[in-house]
């Protein structure tokens, strides 16, 4: 038995808690809005006592790094996200430094592990080579581990990877979203010791929901929706635990980053990662980009 724990624990290493419902309510699935303070310490703890020790975080998110600093998140591996870096800006490693320290402030830590580029175009501006100094110098001074940026699409990478030498990289991916496979990304970032970090695993909730749930607009990629759930039922799974099984089925990724609403939900999604075996998936990849970048939704 304590064999089995010890592996348990092993293997939940390979998740990592996304927060951002803690500061803003997210997800096209998520209806109890913003988590409480109470319940996201709750959370912490349950994420702590199953092995999941990195947190993944960004300025951008609301108040989530507030909340975890005052709820207390010391003992995890931080990664946090700058947000796009104002056009005017005189001095871009002071603005860095500056914005590094608030969200050391809010998180009430003195380092992190990782700090990301959430616009890493702008590293292809004429400004690029200015930003990734402050970035750098920042791991220099020891305020952060590793450097690196969250990225959208395979196009992404093929521009930036051949200029700037990265620590870590996150990108989307799940049954739907697989082009960083299909592009070899995934190959090539192991080769480059690059760690991978992969979100959206349940493409925002979307493959989670009933197949009468899903919302009408997604209604054009039905065919999509009824292989999944025929699958789900014929091998008589959930719908999280075959999410999850997919991207852990990827010995690339390092980290796959999950969101939760609730301990609820959280618990689901451990007991899940816990269950998973190897799987014959349903092809259900696509291609386009209003499908499987969730940022282009609203315009559906």
Same mark, same amino acid.
């Given at each position: 038995?304590?064999?089995?724990h010890f592996f348990?624990?092993?293997?939940m290493?390979?998740?990592?808690?996304g927060?951002v419902q803690?500061?803003?309510?997210?997800?096209i699935a998520?209806?109890?809005?913003q988590v409480?303070r109470?319940?996201a310490?709750?959370?912490?703890r349950?994420?702590e006592e199953?092995? +999941?020790d990195?947190?993944d975080?960004?300025?951008?998110?609301?108040?989530?790094?507030?909340c975890l600093g005052e709820?207390?998140?010391?003992s995890f591996?931080? +990664?946090t996200?700058l947000?796009?870096?104002?056009?005017a800006?005189?001095d871009?490693?002071?603005?860095v430094?500056?914005q590094?320290a608030?969200?050391f402030s809010r998180? *009430?830590?003195?380092r992190?592990y990782?700090?990301m580029?959430?616009?890493?175009?702008? %590293?292809l501006?004429h400004d690029g080579?200015r930003?990734?100094s402050?970035?750098?110098?920042?791991?220099?001074?020891?305020? #952060?581990?590793?450097?690196g940026?969250?990225?959208?699409?395979?196009?992404?990478?093929?521009t930036?990877?051949a200029?700037f030498?990265?620590d870590?990289?996150q990108?989307?991916?799940?049954?739907v979203d697989?082009?960083?496979?299909?592009a070899?990304w995934l190959r090539?970032?192991?080769?480059?010791?690059i760690?991978?970090?992969?979100?959206s695993a349940? %493409?925002?909730g979307?493959?989670?929901?009933?197949?009468? *749930?899903i919302?009408?607009k997604?209604?054009?990629?039905?065919?999509i929706w009824q292989r999944?759930?025929?699958?789900?039922?014929?091998h008589?799974?959930?719908a #999280?635990?075959?999410?999850?099984?997919?991207? %852990? *089925?990827?010995?690339e990724?390092?980290r796959? #980053?999950i969101?939760?609403?609730?301990? #609820?939900?959280?618990t689901?999604?451990?007991a899940?990662?816990k269950r998973?075996? *190897?799987?014959d998936?349903?092809?259900?990849s696509?291609?386009?980009?209003n499908?499987?970048?969730?940022?282009?939704?609203?315009?559906?």
């Amino acid at each position: 038995m304590a064999t089995r724990h010890f592996f348990d624990l092993l293997f939940m290493n390979r998740l990592a808690l996304g927060t951002v419902q803690f500061g803003l309510p997210y997800g096209i699935a998520n209806h109890a809005g913003q988590v409480g303070r109470e319940e996201a310490s709750a959370m912490l703890r349950l994420a702590e006592e199953n092995g +999941i020790d990195t947190l993944d975080t960004a300025i951008a998110y609301g108040d989530s790094e507030r909340c975890l600093g005052e709820i207390g998140c010391g003992s995890f591996k931080l +990664i946090t996200k700058l947000p796009g870096i104002p056009d005017a800006c005189a001095d871009i490693g002071n603005w860095v430094g500056d914005q590094l320290a608030k969200s050391f402030s809010r998180l *009430s830590v003195e380092r992190v592990y990782g700090l990301m580029l959430h616009r890493p175009e702008q %590293l292809l501006t004429h400004d690029g080579a200015r930003i990734f100094s402050a970035l750098s110098d920042m791991k220099a001074e020891g305020k #952060v581990q590793k450097i690196g940026i969250s990225v959208y699409s395979p196009a992404d990478l093929d521009t930036l990877i051949a200029k700037f030498n990265f620590d870590i990289v996150q990108i989307p991916f799940n049954l739907v979203d697989r082009r960083m496979h299909h592009a070899g990304w995934l190959r090539k970032l192991k080769e480059l010791g690059i760690e991978v970090h992969a979100r959206s695993a349940f %493409l925002q909730g979307l493959l989670l929901m009933s197949e009468s *749930s899903i919302p009408s607009k997604f209604s054009i990629w039905t065919g999509i929706w009824q292989r999944w759930h025929a699958w789900l039922n014929q091998h008589d799974v959930t719908a #999280v635990q075959a999410c999850l099984a997919f991207s %852990l *089925s990827f010995p690339e990724i390092d980290r796959v #980053v999950i969101g939760a609403d609730s301990t #609820v939900q959280l618990t689901e999604i451990i007991a899940a990662a816990k269950r998973t075996a *190897s799987y014959d998936f349903p092809d259900l990849s696509s291609d386009e980009e209003n499908f499987v970048n969730p940022a282009k939704w609203s315009a559906l």
